[in-house]
Nanobody, 115 residues
């Protein structure tokens, strides 16, 4: 059974920073893709960033230049460093791992950007 546990959300002022973590456990093959998605209040879930086990990275347009995804070497922990946060970044952030054509999701962590 695969489990993902996210942490690091909270309340931050505009212009501030937060770092999210996602630890995946269980029977996970080396070839996988980890990523972050978010769901703003009243909106659909949207893509934030993904990173393959080989280091290939993709970002959604709204976060390019402000957010950085990374992973621990050889492991299944992903991070999302979020800088210069804006009120429109307020959302529940979800971690996802994909392998063998199957997605596994974390429970989500709330990020609120407000003064």
């Amino acid at each position: 059974q695969v489990q993902l546990v996210e942490s690091g959300g909270g309340l931050v002022q505009p212009g501030g920073s937060l770092r999210l973590s996602c630890a995946a456990s269980g029977s996970i093959p080396e070839l996988n893709l980890m990523g972050w998605y978010r769901q703003p209040p009243g909106k659909q879930r949207e893509f934030v960033a993904t990173m393959s086990n080989g280091g290939h990275i993709t970002y959604g347009d709204p976060v390019k230049g402000r957010f950085t995804i990374s992973r621990d070497n050889g492991g299944n922990t992903a991070y999302l460093q979020m800088n210069n946060l804006k009120p429109e970044d307020t959302a529940v952030y979800y971690c996802k791992i994909t392998f063998l054509a199957t997605d596994y999701w974390g429970q989500g962590t709330q990020v609120t950007v407000s003064s």
